[in-house]
């Protein structure tokens, strides 16, 4: 059976939904309860982990690690820190200092319901949350320090947070290569760490890793031109990941935009070559599924 | 020689001053340099780093894997990071929709110079630079991840971040239980981080990590103790660690409250009874600073 075989018989709609189900039974089982003092701050992590997210990086950590031949059980740790980690960053985002959003998948944001200070909490808490479970992961203490060197390096100041600052200082630039320099890193690091963090678990090899990075790295970029795609284009179906101020379309025009985030998906399809050829259904699923949100 | 000599020959200022000297070298080599991108937030990772601290968290962390025999490059990772946490959790405290606070240290807060935005996403890269600080430490992997679950566990919801939540809550609160609550996981957590984690750096055993966590625990809450009693009593050569509205002479007098940070003092020199006594004099002389900032 060849990969093109593969994809064709791949029901990526069953697959998500499946994934999706596993990481939130993971992770409502890994959270602290709400019951647990202080009982605010736990209902408030919990409402910002639950509020209807796709799910899509752990969804990739997971099957990055099946790419490599691993098992879900040596990346659901690191599924859930990718997960968690992407939450902090929206319930910051979004706070009145930052984007100002008083509404994230259709419900209040989490300091319109817990309060600005307690929002600054929640996402601090988190933060340190995902670096907690990482540290339970079952891999080799070998791979737990790699992951944890991962997931610190795309969270840092040259990672997630060095893409929001320059993003918010960015508003009404139309310079292409800081736009880029911001998708890379608001969006694309934690692709990147997403894809490798589960190959990490599969002990991948270096190679491995890097053709991982490579497909995480392009398909983040083509997710976020697409988002910034979408956002110009209001579809009540399709929630909006991250309420950008600096979107691709100050200086592409949209089928500028589409060809460049399809060559973005070309790209991570290319890095997967060099990986074995069983086990790549979901990557290639979704990749072709990030790209069709524009059709 | 016994540990009473130790102490009377030991020289806390010039120890005190080596140790800080140390850390803060080692933090300014390792933190991202302001001319690298985003350089505003470079910039203002060093303004909050590098604003005359007492640096008295990774200095216990040293002090500690001394204590078991350890060298200070076994532990300078851990102690850069628990600093490093720990000026993020000043940076947010300070926001405007928590304490407010426009200085400190008699130097402005960092949201007042890079502007609240700006302040929110200077903590979170902070925090994630702690995680990768440890990360990088030369112990074993085997340890790293035990350094990893220490300071996650500290920093998380049910150590500093759950402090501060419940501490924003309790204003004009009066129960001794609540308060002492705050304080043990507001300040003691992190205490009891530091210098558990200079124990795991020089490879302790389970029993001498339990008598390092009391002795730091035990400091960490005669430390916040004194602190409110300094809050009350102006002095302008001692700088507040924080800002806490919820204060023990809400609930105690001050002679009290001195009564009772000077048992926590005794409560950590009994923990350190069960330790190799040939190391001790520095954590002997700072308990002793400790309680002694009161008279």
Same sequence: chains 1, 2.
Wanted: with cysteine; glycine share 6%; proline share 3%.
């Amino acid at each position: 059976m060849n990969s093109a075989n593969d994809t064709e018989i791949f029901n990526l709609k069953i697959y998500l939904s499946k994934q999706k189900s596993h990481v939130e039974v993971a992770l409502n089982d890994a959270m602290p309860n709400e019951d647990t003092r202080p009982t605010e701050l736990h209902k408030a992590m919990r409402y910002a982990a639950f509020t209807g997210g796709k799910r899509i990086r752990p969804i990739l950590c997971l099957a990055a690690c099946k790419a490599i031949c691993g098992d879900n059980s040596s990346a659901i740790y690191s599924a859930m820190a990718i997960e968690t980690l992407h939450t902090y960053t929206l319930v910051h985002d979004d706070l009145p200092s930052m984007d100002d959003d008083i509404e994230r998948r259709g419900k209040p944001t989490v300091h319109v319901v817990y309060g600005e200070a307690n929002a600054v909490l929640t996402g601090d808490a988190l933060q340190a949350l995902a670096f907690e479970l990482i540290a339970k992961s079952t891999t080799s203490p070998e791979q737990t320090v790699m992951l944890i060197k991962e997931l610190a390096t795309a969270a840092g100041s040259c990672g997630v947070v060095g893409g929001q600052i320059e993003d918010l200082a960015a508003i009404g630039q139309t310079d292409k290569e800081l736009i880029h320099w911001i998708h890379l890193h608001k969006t694309a690091d934690l692709f990147y760490a997403a894809v490798r963090m589960g190959g990490i678990a599969a002990n991948a090899s270096t190679e491995e890793l890097a053709a991982l990075g490579k497909y995480g790295q392009s398909l983040g970029l083509a997710f976020q031109i697409i988002d910034d795609i979408l956002d110009e284009e209001p579809n009540e179906s399709t929630s909006t990941i991250q309420n950008s101020e600096t979107t691709c379309l100050a200086t592409h025009t949209p089928e500028e935009a589409k060809l460049l985030a399809s060559n973005y998906i070309s790209k991570a399809m290319t890095a997967l070559k060099v990986l074995p050829q069983n086990n790549l259904a979901p990557l290639k699923a979704i990749a072709e599924f990030v790209i069709e949100r524009t059709i």
